[in-house]
Nanobody, 116 residues
Framework: QVQLVESGGGLVQAGGSLRLSCAAS????????MGWYRQAPGKQRESVAV???????TYADSVKGRFTISRDNAKNTVYLQMNNLKPEDTAVYYC??????????WGQGTQVTVSS
């Protein structure tokens, strides 16, 4: 099993920044992908940013130029640096890890609230 612990959410004013962290433990072998999704009230969960094993990153159009995903392989941790936050970024943010053996695992979510 893979356990994911997220941290770094909170309340911030529009234009501010937050950095989310997600530490993975357990059966962390052959990681194929690490990423962040978010779900706003009344909306479906959507992909925000992912980083695959080779280091390639992809972003939702709505966050390009503002968010940066990175990972520390030694710490099995993935980060999401969020700058110039907007009220529409308000959501619960979930970390996900995909491994060859365990498939997809999800964190418990961390709330990000951006006030206008």
């Amino acid at each position: 099993q893979v356990q994911l612990v997220e941290s770094g959410g909170g309340l911030v004013q529009a234009g501010g920044s937050l950095r989310l962290s997600c530490a993975a433990s357990g059966s962390i072998f052959s990681v194929k992908l690490m990423g962040w999704y978010r779900q706003a009230p009344g909306k479906q969960r959507e992909s925000v940013a992912v980083i695959i094993a080779g280091g390639t990153t992809t972003y939702a159009d709505s966050v390009k130029g503002r968010f940066t995903i990175s990972r520390d392989n030694a710490k099995n941790t993935v980060y999401l640096q969020m700058n110039n936050l907007k009220p529409e970024d308000t959501a619960v943010y979930y970390c996900t890890v995909v491994t060859s053996k365990e498939g997809s695992s999800w964190g418990q979510g961390t709330q990000v609230t951006v006030s206008s």
